[in-house]
């Protein structure tokens, strides 16, 4: 068990930690909490992702897929084709090999638990190529922070 702490969004023994350890401008104040790394027949890592106001997660793709629950806060998502805004309790789900990136864009943060593989593919960017054609969807263009 792992108990939260006195401190909200925080718990015993978890580092925040950097939101990708290979650094880099394509995201925006987010830290990672890892809740939980399974093995086995349960393999899969729980982590908890937090962005300050106006922060956002790097704009990516790949083969494996998240499930979300939006924890704290509120913001936006943009999945795919679509951006919704997204609230405390709400659940997402990021398919396979598809555009997706978070946005706290509500004034206050967004914090939220995701639970990924534990055997997973990394992440891929868009080409130039890729944000030629993302830009020719409505308001995505507008959205995206690269
Ligand atoms: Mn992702």
Not at 7 to 26: A, C, I, M, N, S
Not at 113 to 123: A, E, F, G, I, T
């Amino acid at each position: 068990m792992i108990r939260h702490t006195s401190d909200k969004f925080r718990w015993h023994g978890v580092d925040v930690l950097p939101y990708k350890e290979d650094g880099g401008t394509h995201f925006k104040s987010i830290s990672r909490q890892t809740l939980f790394q399974g093995s086995n027949d349960l393999p899969v890592e729980m982590r908890y992702f937090e962005m300050a106001k106006d922060g956002h997660s790097t704009l990516e793709r790949h083969q494996h897929q998240h499930a979300v629950m939006i924890i704290r806060g509120s913001g936006q998502v943009f999945v795919g084709e679509t951006i919704t805004p997204i609230n405390t309790h709400d659940v997402v789900h990021i398919p396979a090999f598809t555009w997706h990136q978070f946005r706290a864009t509500n004034g206050e943060e967004l914090g939220f638990l995701c639970v990924v593989s534990m055997d997973r593919d990394k992440p891929q960017r868009p080409t130039p190529e890729n944000l030629t054609e993302l830009n020719q969807i409505p308001k995505v263009g507008e959205f995206i922070r690269v």
